[in-house]
């Protein structure tokens, strides 16, 4: 078959450095599907780059056609069928989270821009850079003749963090939980929500509050566990997530790529424009989706109790603020 063009941006940095093997090998479009790997970065860490095209042909990897380092958007953009949009500026000491969302506003914007002149207008775009919420809708906005529903943003990460702190809980595999859900940012507001949540315990399906029988754990420190992750990942490892963010992606691209197993729903930052869940229109906000023929949907007729509700309602509320923030930035820019 054809080889596809995926980028991935920030292509010098922790992340990529798990991710780009990941995709090499086959794991992430298939074990039949060639690629064009475009590297992404800044000027000053082009050697950088030299070293993991070296790296990528040592690995001496059959899929991999070609690897394409640059620091030009003209060339990294090019007719790309995949764009993973992991590099952004990162939060420096002493720095507001309004300065991140100026600093990232500028790049995502001319990222947008550079979808739209170059690419494919069938490309699918993942943001994983943070404010990842916010620079999402940013380059969406940018690139207006690529349709809103290719963008989505990564909060993989969070529901695989729920995941799994279930599965320890309950003394199960990860794979034995589903169905959880992230809703909002992916950011501490961010609600990590188990009530429509099953596991299988002991070859039998129950929901996640019935086999945990532990209602103030799950409103409380399973909530703030999450929520919490990345911060203690990098008081830890003093350098934040970088293996288990690569993971997530793979994971968020596969199911982009090849749709979600039968009867579960993963969670996804997708535009908020005709849900049901009351979440206001034009935000980049994280839902259950299921996902068939690289198209993604709403899953609907999840009934929210006033708990959940209230938590929705919070994240939503710092989406809006954010937006305001970086759209006022890019109209004074």
């Known amino acids: 078959s054809e080889p596809i063009r995926v980028l991935v941006t920030g292509a010098a940095g922790q992340i990529a450095y798990s991710l780009l093997y990941s995709i090499a090998k086959g794991d992430v479009f298939g074990k039949d599907q060639p690629l064009v790997l475009v590297l992404l970065d800044i000027t000053p860490v082009m050697t950088v780059l030299d070293g993991i095209v070296m790296e990528l042909q040592d690995c001496a990897l059959p899929l991999l056609r070609e690897v394409i380092p640059t620091d030009k958007e003209e060339v990294a ?41 170059y690419a494919k207008k069938t490309v699918k775009v993942v943001v994983v850079g943070n404010p990842a919420n916010t620079n999402c809708l940013i380059a969406s906005k940018s690139a207006p003749s690529i349709p809103k529903e290719n ?67 799950l409103k409380g420190d399973f909530i703030l566990t999450v929520q919490q992750r990345g911060a203690a990942v990098i008081k830890a490892r003093k350098l934040s997530s970088a293996m288990s963010a690569a993971k997530a992606i793979c994971d968020h691209v596969r199911d982009i790529w090849f749709g979600t197993p039968a009867g579960e729903f993963v969670s996804m930052g997708v535009i908020s424009d005709g849900n049901s869940y009351g979440v206001p229109e034009d935000l980049l906000y994280s839902f259950p989706v299921v996902i068939k023929d690289k198209t993604w949907k709403f899953v609907e007729g999840l009934p929210i109790n006033d708990f959940s509700r209230e938590k929705m309602s919070l994240t939503a509320k710092e989406l809006i603020e954010e937006k305001e923030t970086a759209v006022q930035f890019l109209s004074s820019a």
């Open 77 to 117: 953009f090019k007719d790309l069928d995949i764009a993973i949009l992991v590099g952004s500026m990162p939060r420096k000491e002493g720095m507001e989270r309004k300065d991140l969302l100026q600093a990232n506003a500028k790049i995502f914007k001319s990222q947008g821009a550079a979808l739209d002149k």
């Open 151 to 217: 963008f989505s943003c990564l909060t993989r990460l969070d529901h695989n963090r729920a995941k799994s702190q279930i599965a320890l809980k309950l003394g199960v595999t990860a794979n034995d939980v589903k169905n959880v859900i992230i809703w909002g940012n992916h950011s501490s507001t961010q609600y990590p929500d188990v009530t429509h949540a099953k596991v299988n315990v002991k070859g039998k399906e129950v929901g996640v509050y019935e086999a945990i029988k532990d209602d103030s754990w």
